[in-house]
């Protein structure tokens, strides 16, 4: 499967210049739509917290994954922009609107994922349920495993090498 990871930069700019060279670099073209999964780690700079929106291109749905027993942010201006940067992306590497109609949009706290307990790792939550959906695996993780994972994730930034599975 294959996984493109973006970065919230393109929330506050929209579809500027800088986010339209990620994927039409004329080195190495990336057409987003031929991916299954589309995920979107977001920083909420107001609650300092970290969680993630998945574009499921396979099933037309959009899905938002928060460690914290919450509501998402009352403004739709994430949502708004995602949608936004996938209906332009679509129409320049396809050349056709994307049909927002045939989606789903569950904006929602996916109340089947596992819940932190704490007030510092959410990062490390959003981390593994990108990993675990880049496996279409389900969720067998829990705020106990959370020091294993930081563990984890630092070794592999520092031996530049994944963990296998």
């Not at 493109?4 to 990336?30: G, Q």
């Not at 496996?135 to 090498?161: C, L």
Request: hydrophobic share 35%; proline share 5%; with cysteine.
């Amino acid at each position: 499967m294959t996984v493109v990871h973006f970065y919230s930069i393109f929330l506050k700019e929209r579809y500027s210049e800088i986010i339209k060279r990620w994927t039409n670099s004329p080195r190495d073209p990336v057409d987003i739509f031929a991916s299954d999964l589309i995920m979107f780690p977001i920083y909420l700079r107001n609650l300092q917290h970290w969680c993630l929106v998945v574009a499921d291109l396979r099933n037309r749905t959009m899905k938002y994954y928060d460690s914290l027993p919450r509501t998402p942010p009352n403004d739709n201006g994430c949502l708004n922009n995602l949608m936004f940067y996938l209906c332009y992306e679509h129409q320049e590497r396809k050349n056709s609107p994307l049909d927002l109609n045939s989606w789903s949009w569950d904006w929602h706290v996916t109340e089947d994922v596992p819940m932190q307990n704490n007030k510092y790792d959410c990062g490390v939550f959003t981390c593994q349920y990108a990993e675990y959906l880049s496996r279409d695996a389900p969720f067998t993780f829990s705020q106990t495993d959370m020091e294993y994972y930081r563990k984890s994730m630092i070794n592999e930034i520092v031996t530049q090498k994944l963990r296998t599975h």
